[in-house]
């Protein structure tokens, strides 16, 4: 058996490999090394996958995020509501931006943000939500879009984890994870569902005004060459990484369907444990597992060390929430907002989940992850 890995992008590299290494010369050869060709196709070709009318590609799902919240004209000191039970990246931008970050607990089941949470945290100064569809699946659209229009919200979805979801409205609509929203972000971090082979990611709208503001964003807040009409950033897909996202977008329902398949090789193996808690799978929403997180009645920091004597990798995704990390507990937190986090992160652990788990290395975890339970 092959060793385990959290994510295998080695094996999934030798499938595509022709393809990637010629293509990759070429663009050398090229050498439209920024906004090439590629970029531009890319853009387009993903526009379709997602069927959202603008792509603007960008430096990295941080970014991505950033140049959203910088597009909406929001104020110092306007409140972003966010999920404190995510990465870091979802609330570190509304700070940098130098507005003010409100953390919400998340559901105990699929651990997105929790409805009423989020409503009873609006104020008059609240001015967006950036729903995290975590883990590779959506959060309550439907309740969070009606929020938005009962109040007046921005709504920017990170889809850093969920990109080839999809999310369907009790009209039976049905879209793609970060086109529901005004805007929707993405990361193309390597293990991400869509990884490129460096930094990448992307942001997504179908308000034409929004677009043509944050393609200036991202380009030094230049909207005609060598004039600057307002602050923005350097943020750029490069051409290389395009390439490879271009490859590897026609794979990715491909990619996400066995990511399913392995989810559910561990659904079955885990089924009725009494000590195991396997994702819930929303009804709403199409899962494509970025991650496969259980919650664990019994030691689950044991049961991490037991797993990595046996050569298993299984990490702890978020180990500490954001209400609790020093940059942005403002003293206003209180635990006890936070109940379902606070047990999440003594609970949660995160098996391995990528393109290329065989029958046996998925049976060698779930019969050692049954073995610590046995002893
Ligand atoms: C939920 C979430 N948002 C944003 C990001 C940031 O993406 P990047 O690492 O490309 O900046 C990540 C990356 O891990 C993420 O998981």
Known sequence: MQKIQMVDLGTQYLKIKPEIDKKLLEVVGSSAFINGPEVKAFQSELEEYLDVKH????????????????????????????????????VEVIDLLGLKSVLVDVNPDDFTINIE???????????????????????????????????????????????????????????????????????????????????????????????????????????????????????????????????????????????????????????DHPNIQTPHRREDSKHVFHQYTLKIAGDRNALQKFLMEKEIPAMIYYPVPLHKQKAYDDGNYNDADFPVTMNLIDQVISLPMHTELTDDQLHYITESVKEFFNA
Request: charged share 20%; glycine share 8%; hydrophobic share 40%.
């Open 117 to 271: 949470a989020l409503e009873n945290a609006i104020t008059d100064k609240t001015r967006a939500i950036i729903p995290v569809h975590l883990f590779g699946q959506c959060a309550n659209m439907n309740a969070v879009m009606d929020i938005a229009v009962k109040h007046d919200l921005f709504v920017v979805e990170d889809t850093a984890q969920a990109i080839g979801s999809d999310y369907t409205f009790p009209d039976g609509t049905k879209r793609k994870a970060g086109t529901m929203g005004n805007i929707g972000t993405t990361s193309f971090f390597p293990s991400k569902n869509l990884g490129c082979y460096g930094d990448g990611g992307a942001i997504f709208t179908n308000d034409d005004d929004l677009a043509h503001r944050m393609r200036g964003i991202v380009n030094h807040g230049m909207y005609k060459r060598y004039y600057h009409d307002e602050v923005g950033v350097n943020s750029r897909l490069d051409s290389m990484q395009a390439a490879v996202l271009r490859i590897k977008l026609p794979h990715l329902d491909e990619y996400n369907a066995r990511r399913r398949a392995a989810a559910n090789f561990y659904d079955t193996a885990f089924k």
């Open 55 to 90: 792509v603007i590609p960008c430096g990295n799902g941080t970014d991505a995020l950033q140049v959203a919240l910088m597009s909406l004209d929001l104020q110092p000191g306007d409140e972003v509501i966010t999920a404190d039970f995510t990465f870091a990246a979802t």
